[in-house]
Protein backbone atom coordinates (compact mmCIF):
# COMPACT_ATOMS: atom_id res chain seq x y z
CA UNK A 1 0.00 0.00 0.00
CA UNK A 2 1.33 3.55 -1.02
CA UNK A 3 2.72 5.23 1.72
CA UNK A 4 0.16 8.71 1.39
CA UNK A 5 -3.08 6.11 1.41
CA UNK A 6 -1.89 5.34 4.87
CA UNK A 7 -1.40 8.39 6.15
CA UNK A 8 -4.72 9.69 5.16
CA UNK A 9 -6.53 6.53 6.59
CA UNK A 10 -5.10 7.50 9.49
CA UNK A 11 -5.67 11.19 9.33
CA UNK A 12 -9.50 10.30 8.78
CA UNK A 13 -9.62 7.83 11.78
CA UNK A 14 -7.97 10.83 13.80
CA UNK A 15 -10.61 13.25 12.92
CA UNK A 16 -13.61 10.87 12.90
CA UNK A 17 -12.28 10.25 16.80
CA UNK A 18 -12.03 13.82 17.39
CA UNK A 19 -15.76 14.69 16.28
CA UNK A 20 -16.98 11.38 18.30
CA UNK A 21 -15.79 13.06 21.47
CA UNK A 22 -16.94 16.34 20.40
CA UNK A 23 -20.54 15.57 20.04
CA UNK A 24 -20.07 13.00 23.26
CA UNK A 25 -18.80 16.09 25.29
CA UNK A 26 -21.84 18.27 23.98
CA UNK A 27 -24.66 15.62 24.64
CA UNK A 28 -24.15 15.37 28.23
CA UNK A 29 -24.53 19.23 29.47
CA UNK A 30 -27.66 19.08 27.24
CA UNK A 31 -28.69 15.79 28.90
CA UNK A 32 -28.06 16.95 32.16
CA UNK A 33 -30.48 20.32 31.73
CA UNK A 34 -33.07 18.46 30.57
CA UNK A 35 -33.47 15.52 33.43
CA UNK A 36 -32.91 18.83 36.18
CA UNK A 37 -35.79 17.92 38.94
CA UNK A 38 -38.68 20.57 39.05
CA UNK A 39 -38.50 20.44 42.49
CA UNK A 40 -35.09 21.08 42.91
CA UNK A 41 -35.20 24.22 40.64
CA UNK A 42 -37.94 25.67 43.13
CA UNK A 43 -36.12 25.07 45.52
CA UNK A 44 -32.95 26.80 44.20
CA UNK A 45 -35.25 29.43 43.40
CA UNK A 46 -35.88 30.83 46.89
CA UNK A 47 -32.15 30.32 47.63
CA UNK A 48 -30.90 33.58 48.75
CA UNK A 49 -27.85 34.80 46.24
CA UNK A 50 -24.82 35.34 47.62
CA UNK A 51 -22.19 37.32 44.82
CA UNK A 52 -19.23 35.17 44.70
CA UNK A 53 -16.14 36.83 43.44
CA UNK A 54 -14.95 35.35 40.47
CA UNK A 55 -11.25 35.35 40.16
CA UNK A 56 -9.40 38.23 37.78
CA UNK A 57 -7.80 37.03 34.62
CA UNK A 58 -4.07 37.98 33.96
CA UNK A 59 -5.13 40.45 31.64
CA UNK A 60 -6.85 42.47 34.47
CA UNK A 61 -4.69 41.60 37.27
CA UNK A 62 -1.28 43.08 34.80
CA UNK A 63 -3.10 45.38 32.11
CA UNK A 64 -1.18 48.38 33.27
CA UNK A 65 2.23 46.68 32.59
CA UNK A 66 1.25 44.57 29.70
CA UNK A 67 -0.15 48.00 28.06
CA UNK A 68 3.07 49.90 28.73
CA UNK A 69 5.13 46.94 27.48
CA UNK A 70 3.07 46.43 24.34
CA UNK A 71 3.28 50.06 23.32
CA UNK A 72 7.17 49.67 24.53
CA UNK A 73 7.52 46.81 21.97
CA UNK A 74 5.66 48.37 19.20
CA UNK A 75 7.72 51.71 19.44
CA UNK A 76 10.94 49.48 19.30
CA UNK A 77 9.47 47.54 15.89
CA UNK A 78 8.79 50.72 14.24
CA UNK A 79 12.28 52.19 15.41
CA UNK A 80 14.15 49.15 14.24
CA UNK A 81 12.69 49.48 10.41
CA UNK A 82 13.35 53.49 10.27
CA UNK A 83 16.98 53.34 11.86
CA UNK A 84 18.40 50.46 13.24
CA UNK A 85 19.43 49.49 16.98
CA UNK A 86 20.00 52.85 17.79
CA UNK A 87 16.16 53.74 16.53
CA UNK A 88 14.76 50.72 18.25
CA UNK A 89 15.98 51.80 22.03
CA UNK A 90 15.05 55.71 20.83
CA UNK A 91 11.54 53.52 19.82
CA UNK A 92 11.42 51.22 22.78
CA UNK A 93 12.12 54.43 25.14
CA UNK A 94 9.26 56.53 23.20
CA UNK A 95 6.85 53.81 22.95
CA UNK A 96 7.33 53.07 26.65
CA UNK A 97 6.74 56.85 27.44
CA UNK A 98 3.41 57.20 25.23
CA UNK A 99 2.12 53.62 26.78
CA UNK A 100 2.56 55.04 30.30
CA UNK A 101 1.18 58.51 29.88
CA UNK A 102 -2.08 56.63 28.55
CA UNK A 103 -2.42 53.95 31.22
CA UNK A 104 -1.74 56.47 33.90
CA UNK A 105 -3.11 59.75 32.82
CA UNK A 106 -5.58 59.35 30.06
CA UNK A 107 -7.01 56.12 30.17
CA UNK A 108 -10.52 56.50 32.05
CA UNK A 109 -10.11 54.37 35.21
CA UNK A 110 -13.70 53.71 36.48
CA UNK A 111 -16.37 52.36 34.60
CA UNK A 112 -20.04 52.42 35.80
CA UNK A 113 -21.05 49.27 36.85
CA UNK A 114 -24.57 47.89 35.78
CA UNK A 115 -26.47 45.56 37.91
Given amino acids: ?17 LVLLIIGFAVEPISSVVSAHPAAAAAAQTRTRRRVRRHRSFWKKHRDKLTVAGSAL ?5 GGIAGGKKGAAIGSLAGAGTGALYTYKIRKRHRHRRY
Fill in 1 to 17: MNASLVVQKIKRSVAVV
Fill in 74 to 78: GGAAI
